[in-house]
């Protein structure tokens, strides 16, 4: 069975649409017109080895929070589409990423219960043309409409893109972690018959 996904979302303020294949080799396609934004989402891909494509578009003559949010909320779609019943699914995955002089944990759970805890702090509100507020915003539409139990911690770090680095390629490993096949695992890692 392919773990793939195709999700589009159109508002009054943006367009997005996502390609995603779970058992893919990393390789990515991104445009979100926001150049930061497509480099994190590039390590992401790469660090999960998950084929991802991403055009969005947005209202960026207002802000970028518009642009980021929706394709947070259509890659977690996605995720959730691709996963589908996450039977045999290892389910957990945690990593420690170092960045340089940055070190950055994430731990998460492909839980279907939607919880962000995001305990990062940055230097400034700027990584190249990014607002550090949004990596918050971005990360909570993906695990709440991917229904992922997400921990995301700095551990240290000062330079804001060393920090954005770390967690996204920590991100990305963890992920790619709890979404492994285990043969040994019959259903789904759980008691209750279902996640």
Avoid: W
Wanted: glycine share 8%; charged share 25%.
């Amino acid at each position: 069975m392919q773990r793939t996904a195709e999700v589009s979302r159109k508002t009054a303020e943006t367009k997005v649409s996502v390609k995603l294949n779970i058992d893919g080799s990393g390789i990515s396609k991104v445009d979100t017109q926001i150049g930061f934004f497509d480099h994190m989402l590039t390590l992401f891909a790469r660090h999960a080895l998950i084929d991802l494509e991403v055009i969005s578009r947005g209202d960026l003559n207002v802000d970028t929070h518009h642009t980021i949010e929706d394709t947070g909320i259509v890659i977690g779609r996605a995720i959730s589409e691709a996963l589908g019943d996450k039977a045999s699914i290892s389910r957990y995955g945690t990593a420690f990423v170092p960045m340089d002089e940055a070190l950055a944990m994430v731990s998460l759970d492909l839980s279907s219960r939607p919880f962000l805890h995001f305990e990062v702090e940055f230097s400034g509100e700027k990584a190249g043309d990014m607002d550090t507020e949004m990596f918050e915003e971005f990360f909570r539409a993906l695990a709440v409409h991917g229904g992922i139990t997400l921990h995301i911690k700095l551990i240290h770090g000062k330079n804001n893109h060393h920090i954005a680095e770390a967690i996204f390629k920590a991100f990305g490993q963890a992920f790619r972690k709890a979404c492994e096949k285990d043969q040994r695992i019959k259903g789904v890692l759980s008691t209750k018959g279902i996640l």
